[in-house]
């Protein structure tokens, strides 16, 4: 079966540029979370999702991040004026909404801003 | 607060012989640990769980992990190692309190040689 999707795999963006980056769960999971991926690090919690509810957003960096999943399907972490500390890797995860639940991860979407 | 410390940035093995990633977490309350790979411009993969019951768990490729509370690791292992089995391993916690979003620790590389 189809695994979670992410698009743009890669994205340059100029310093001051938003972005859009998109996530396509696994049909049928509840649950969504979005983490950032800096180099040579672990992945670090941004938002979650349950359903169309964002229920924890304790993760993300300034109000210049924002995510949204307004039909509980596929959701989308915007950036707006971004910056260079942004370059990272942007995974989208999905689980059946669980506590215990294992996460399925996309591929991630690569961001370099220059 | 929750962590996880992979205290090896990285682990060299021969072919064919054993593997050990070591883990150890903090978390209040019952822990829910997991161990992911992750492939250059890959997502990362699951391999195995630890939620209740038996502390030795088994998962894919022949890995499996031991939980011990004790000392709070969940260690990954396996018995004879692959080439193939070089890649990026990652530990990551949650607790049922935390909406299932994981604490991940900064990862270790692992390079088997031939």
């Known amino acids: 079966g189809a695994g979670v999707s992410q698009s743009p795999r890669y994205k340059v963006a100029k310093r001051g540029q938003d972005v859009a980056l998109r996530c396509d769960p696994i049909?049928?999971?509840?649950?969504l979370f979005w983490y950032q991926q800096a180099l040579g690090q672990g992945p670090e919690f941004l938002t979650y999702?349950?359903?169309?509810?964002?229920?924890?957003k304790s993760g993300l960096p300034s109000d210049r991040f924002f995510a949204e999943r307004p039909e509980g399907s596929v959701s989308t972490l915007k950036i707006q004026r971004t910056q260079q500390e942004d370059s990272a890797v942007y995974l989208c995860?999905?689980?059946?909404?669980?506590?215990?639940?294992?996460?399925?991860f996309g591929p991630g979407t690569r961001l370099t801003v220059l | 607060a929750q962590s996880v410390a992979q205290p090896e940035d990285q682990v060299n093995v021969a072919e064919g012989n054993p593997l050990t990633v070591k883990c150890t977490y903090s978390v209040s309350g019952n822990p829910y640990l997991f161990w992911y790979v992750q492939y250059p411009n890959r997502g990362l993969q699951f391999l195995l769980k630890y939620i209740t019951g038996d502390n030795l768990v088994k998962g894919s490729y022949g890995f499996e992990a031991e939980f011990n509370k004790s000392q709070t690791s969940f260690h990954l292992k396996k018995p004879s190692a692959l080439v193939s089995d070089s890649a990026l391993y990652f530990c990551?916690?949650?607790?049922?309190?935390?909406?299932?979003?994981?604490?991940f620790g900064a990862g270790t590389q692992v390079v088997v040689t031939p």
């Open positions: 990551a916690v949650s607790r049922g309190d935390s909406w299932g979003k994981f604490q």
């Open positions: 049909s049928g999971h509840v649950s």
């Open positions: 995860a999905s689980s059946l909404g669980q506590w215990a639940d294992t996460q399925y």
């Open positions: 999702f349950q359903n169309e509810a964002q229920l924890d």
